[in-house]
């Protein structure tokens, strides 16, 4: 089974308004990262987050990290067209022996004009 | 260009053949990755490499193969194809031990 299950699996929203993504975990983490993949592209990564932050920022990108609740979210402000994409988290888990990422199943964004 | 490149974007092949696809990176990154992406499985690491000549199995490494005998190429081998190996195939690599992966714009193999 997946160590990393977004929500929602699909989202549609108009431009300028936010988008909000997340992820759940299964193990303890050294870090969970947040990556975007175009379609019939290579993903890209975006942003990460170490397991003793709680948020960070990247442009119109936030990110929460709540390792209680072993989750994540990803925040995009002020969506445009072009964020139109599919957004996945992926986690490098503690006991993963170094840069195994565990990627999850993936949410798909529609931006609509 | 600098960066990683796949090769080829696009391979249609029959069931028992061999196929090699092939992963070139410029950065000189220690560690690189093979992933495959299915739908409804997202990715899933096959093979990976630390180093030159140092190799291990991620989570489905079954039917394939990966050798690196040069820091900058990873190439991934499917010894005899089978339909079930149709998938976008993805390298990538990174600088350090858990830092962000860099991808290839990735390799769509059929299997017939």
């Known amino acids: 089974s997946q160590q990393g299950e977004e929500d929602p699996q699909a989202l549609s929203i108009q431009e300028g308004e936010n988008a909000t993504m997340n992820c759940s975990y299964k193990?303890?983490?050294?870090?969970l990262q947040w990556y975007r993949q175009n379609s019939g592209r290579g993903l890209v990564h975006l942003i990460l987050i170490r397991s003793n932050e709680r948020e960070k920022h990247s442009g119109r990108l936030r990110v929460t990290l709540d390792t209680s609740k072993k989750s994540s979210s990803l925040l995009i402000t002020a969506s445009r067209a072009a964020d139109t994409a599919s957004y996945f988290c992926?986690?490098?888990?503690?006991?993963?022996?170094?840069?195994?990422?565990?990627f999850g199943t993936g949410t798909q964004l529609k931006v609509e004009l | 260009d600098a960066g990683i490149t796949q090769s080829p974007r696009y391979k249609i092949t029959e069931t028992g053949r061999q196929v090699t696809l092939m992963c070139h990176q410029t950065w000189s990154h220690s560690y690189m990755f093979w992933y495959r992406q299915d739908l409804g499985h997202g990715l899933r690491l096959i093979y990976y490499?630390?180093?030159?000549?140092?190799?291990d199995k991620g989570e489905v490494p079954d039917g394939y193969v990966v050798s690196r005998s040069k820091t900058e190429n990873f190439p991934l081998t499917l010894e005899s194809a089978t339909r079930s190996q149709t998938s976008v195939y993805f390298c990538?690599?990174?600088?350090?031990?858990?830092?962000?992966?860099?991808f290839g714009s990735g390799t769509q193999l059929s299997v017939l």
């Open positions: 992926a986690t490098d888990t503690l006991t993963g022996g170094g840069n195994k990422l565990t």
């Open positions: 490499s630390a180093a030159a000549d140092i190799t």
């Open positions: 990538a690599s990174s600088e350090g031990a858990r830092g962000k992966l860099f």
């Open positions: 193990t303890s983490i050294n870090n």
